[in-house]
């Protein structure tokens, strides 16, 4: 049982959320109750409960050096239970479709060593998910060519520009992670 001291602390959350844009979290802050809307520093916080369970979200803006320090200023601030690195991706597996979901069980970033994710979980392609590598990227992939040669390359499904920097530091600090994308666009066009 949780004591009173900390259930009474509203500025320590269970679930920490980072996303680069409003858009791409705007659905499940709609689904919390009591949310609130704050900034701090550059950044802007949605803080409420979603099922009884504490969740703030931060929006980071593009990029690794932003999504670090913003899961820095999540992390300072609320003291999550986890992290989770949310929002879009674009797929780079033939399988995904838009709309299908990315659950990470390795994080890819040029000239870093891969981190991989420490959990067991099936891919369900039937039911729009699966679980692989994720890219991080310094710039927005838009074509498919490039999309194939660098799935080629690093073995990745999907590529952001965020997640890989979000699951550094949560390993330097030796905080709890999770990532899970949801897929933009597809190797179509």
């Known amino acids: 049982m949780t004591s009173p001291a900390v259930e009474d602390d509203l500025a320590r959350c269970d679930i920490g959320i980072v996303c680069a844009l409003p858009l791409e979290l705007a659905e499940f802050v709609r689904r919390c109750e009591r949310v609130r809307t ?91 998910w699966r679980v692989g590598g994720l890219l991080t990227m310094p710039h927005i992939v838009r074509t498919v060519a490039e999309k194939r040669t660098l799935a080629a390359e690093h073995g990745a499904l999907a590529v952001d520009m965020e997640t890989y920097a979000v699951a550094a530091f949560c390993r330097e600090q030796h905080q709890k992670f999770f990532a899970v994308r949801v897929c933009s666009d597809d190797l179509s066009a």
Not at 45 to 55: A, E, T
Not at 63 to 68: L, P, V, Y
Not at 77 to 90: E, I, K, N
Not at 96 to 112: E, W
């Open 38 to 128: 704050y900034t701090g520093g550059d950044f802007v916080f949605r803080g409420g409960r979603y099922d009884g369970i504490r969740i703030v979200v931060v929006e980071s803006g593009a990029g690794q050096e932003r999504a670090r320090r913003a899961v820095q200023a999540l992390v300072d601030a609320h003291h999550p239970r986890w992290v989770l690195s949310c929002g879009f991706a674009g797929a780079m597996d033939e399988a995904l479709k838009v709309g299908d979901i990315v659950v990470a069980d390795k994080l890819l970033c040029p000239s870093q060593p891969p981190i991989q994710l420490d959990f067991r979980m099936p891919s369900d392609p039937a039911g729009g």
